[in-house]
Nanobody, 113 residues
Framework: VRVYESGGGLVQPGGSLRLSCKAS????????GIWYRQAPGKERELIAT???????EYADSVKGRFTISRDNAKNMHYLQMNSLTPEDTAVYYC????????WGQGTQVTVSS
């Protein structure tokens, strides 16, 4: 039972990225999907959730810029990130709730000119 993150990279300020989270050996549709991030020297931060009924919640730091979504047919969820700033530079992780799985390797997002 694992999750796999992908889609990170280097982007200029103001740019966009779309992160993907693939569930392995479990049905993501029956869980809340969660995105976290961890910037260098900082604690891991919960930034977005999407419930089984598609209720979305966001941390203030990303509200209005990031959008979480899910595709149950593909057993995946996504994080669309727009208007990126250097403060968004971090490793991004996904997980589920309840019963979180072991952390994946994450995907690095670097926002820099």
């Amino acid at each position: 039972v694992r999750v796999y993150e992908s889609g990170g990279g280097l982007v200029q300020p103001g740019g966009s990225l779309r992160l993907s989270c693939k569930a392995s050996e479990f049905d993501f549709s029956i869980y809340t999907g969660i995105w976290y991030r961890q910037a260098p020297g900082k604690e891991r931060e919960l930034i977005a959730t999407i419930s089984r009924s598609d209720i979305r919640e966001y941390a203030d730091s990303v509200k209005g810029r990031f959008t979480i979504s899910r595709d149950n047919a593909k057993n995946m969820h996504y994080l669309q990130m727009n208007s990126l700033t250097p403060e968004d530079t971090a490793v991004y992780y996904c997980n589920r709730r309840p019963a979180p799985v072991n952390w994946g390797q994450g995907t690095q997002v670097t926002v820099s000119s």
